[in-house]
């Protein structure tokens, strides 16, 4: 059946990020579609909340406290998943910052934290759960990219959030091609201008959220619970023939 190739029952998945914003709500996806879920975030408040929701839909659910700018706590992550489930089936690099400012005023503190959690944490996460899925010849990886990694956003200047973005892009193409031979499918998503609670002050200013919706077809932003289809569906066999493929949710807003 087609909506069998969908079903993740009884896979067991890691969310970095996943306390909170969109990766609340790739774990809670994830756990709906039958997924055992690691929730690998940085926040002690927030991380186990997501956990007693998923243990509430009936799935098993831990918390590992993690820093993706650590390879030591990026190794615990996976030690400790290994520990209470015994394999790793897919990951989702979800982690990632963003910090506003114009070029020539970046400081080298913000330009590097930026590089260090969305390109190098999420390079280091695939790295350490990579190894595992080459050893059992299986897994996918899937990488939270962003249209900013396509186009540059307007009106405000993230010239590093937009080079991870871009190079995340690329790395998960990269990635792709060299363990597309253990049977690692590795794709990532690009969303676009979704309204998490974060966003949603700049969607209300007409001078940031103005500019925002005129660039976007369809009018509207994205609702986080929007992603989570396409999550489930590059976790599953239901994508079975792709691989480094970038699924852009965004409203169009890069057709134009």
């Given at each position: 059946m087609v909506l069998d190739k969908f079903s993740l029952q009884q896979q067991v998945g890691i969310v970095t990020g996943g306390g909170q914003g969109l990766g609340k709500v790739f774990c809670h996806a994830f756990a709906e579609a039958g997924a055992n879920v690691v929730v690998a975030e940085k926040n002690p408040e927030t991380g186990p909340t997501t956990v007693r929701e998923i243990v509430a839909r009936g799935r098993r659910s831990i918390f590992v406290e993690t820093d993706v700018c650590r390879k030591a706590s990026i190794q615990a992550m996976v030690e400790r998943t290994l520990d209470e489930f015994g394999r790793i089936d897919?990951?989702?690099?979800?982690?990632?910052?963003?910090?506003w400012g114009p070029a020539e005023d970046v400081s080298e503190d913000d330009w590097r934290q930026v590089i260090d959690v969305n390109l190098n944490g999420l390079f280091f996460c695939a790295q350490a759960v990579?190894?595992?899925?080459?050893?059992?010849?299986?897994?996918?990886?899937?990488?939270?990219?962003?249209?900013?990694?396509?186009?540059?956003?307007?009106?405000?200047?993230?010239?590093?959030?937009?080079?991870?973005?871009?190079?995340?892009?690329?790395?998960?193409?990269?990635?792709?091609?060299?363990?597309?031979?253990?049977?690692?499918?590795?794709?990532?998503?690009?969303?676009?201008?979704m309204?998490?609670?974060?966003?949603?002050?700049?969607?209300?200013?007409?001078?940031?959220?103005?500019?925002?919706?005129?660039?976007?077809?369809?009018?509207?932003?994205?609702?986080?619970?929007e992603l989570g289809p396409a999550a489930v569906f590059l976790a599953s066999e239901a994508s079975s023939y792709m691989t480094g493929t970038v699924l852009v949710i965004d409203g169009g807003y890069t057709i134009w």
């Amino acid at each position: 059946m087609v909506l069998d190739k969908f079903s993740l029952q009884q896979q067991v998945g890691i969310v970095t990020g996943g306390g909170q914003g969109l990766g609340k709500v790739f774990c809670h996806a994830f756990a709906e579609a039958g997924a055992n879920v690691v929730v690998a975030e940085k926040n002690p408040e927030t991380g186990p909340t997501t956990v007693r929701e998923i243990v509430a839909r009936g799935r098993r659910s831990i918390f590992v406290e993690t820093d993706v700018c650590r390879k030591a706590s990026i190794q615990a992550m996976v030690e400790r998943t290994l520990d209470e489930f015994g394999r790793i089936d897919f990951l989702m690099n979800n982690a990632g910052i963003t910090i506003w400012g114009p070029a020539e005023d970046v400081s080298e503190d913000d330009w590097r934290q930026v590089i260090d959690v969305n390109l190098n944490g999420l390079f280091f996460c695939a790295q350490a759960v990579g190894k595992h899925m080459i050893e059992r010849r299986c897994g996918r990886i899937i990488n939270i990219a962003s249209m900013s990694g396509l186009i540059v956003n307007r009106p405000q200047a993230q010239a590093s959030y937009n080079t991870t973005k871009a190079a995340v892009i690329n790395l998960t193409k990269s990635l792709a091609a060299e363990w597309a031979p253990h049977n690692i499918r590795v794709n990532a998503i690009a969303p676009g201008y979704m309204s998490t609670p974060m966003a949603q002050p700049f969607f209300d200013d007409p001078a940031m959220g103005g500019i925002w919706m005129d660039g976007i077809p369809m009018k509207r932003p994205g609702q986080p619970e929007e992603l989570g289809p396409a999550a489930v569906f590059l976790a599953s066999e239901a994508s079975s023939y792709m691989t480094g493929t970038v699924l852009v949710i965004d409203g169009g807003y890069t057709i134009w």
